[in-house]
């Protein structure tokens, strides 16, 4: 195994969740369970399987200086960043802002409405539009931060 293969990886991510009063919350998590495996005949890598659901992939683009004024994820989702800048600010005040790579869980569904603030708030930075693809989840969200590792 290759110096390189020898140490198991961790990436982060943001997890947007909602705690048991119904407040949001950003945590910056890590994703930690990779193993070794092949696909196929390629050279073995590190995987982090995740759970097999069905899902829906959405891609978009917001124009520049959008906002998304105060809301819930439509789902539990993993949002990516493809190109441009983008900002998210849960209830808590928390303002985190990604760029490309960079991605994040948005897990705030069952949220409350509290100062005119429900779910969380997003909206691009810069001059270029954000391009987002989402992977929408077909599954109940858990009131836990950091639950996917």
Known sequence: MTESMSRRPQVGYWHLWTDAEGITHQT?????????????????????????????????????????????????????????????ESMDGTRIEQGPGEFSLGEDQGSILMQGRKGHRSGTIGSEPARLMTVQLHTAPTRAPCHVR
Do not use: K, M
């Open 28 to 88: 910056r998590c890590q994703l930690t369970s990779f193993e070794v495996a092949r696909i196929g005949a390629a050279a073995p890598q590190w995987n982090n399987r995740q759970p097999t659901l069905p899902c829906t992939v959405v891609f978009t683009e917001q124009p520049v200086g959008w906002v998304g004024d105060w809301h819930e994820n439509p789902a539990p989702q993993w949002i990516i960043v493809l190109s441009g800048r983008w900002w998210i």
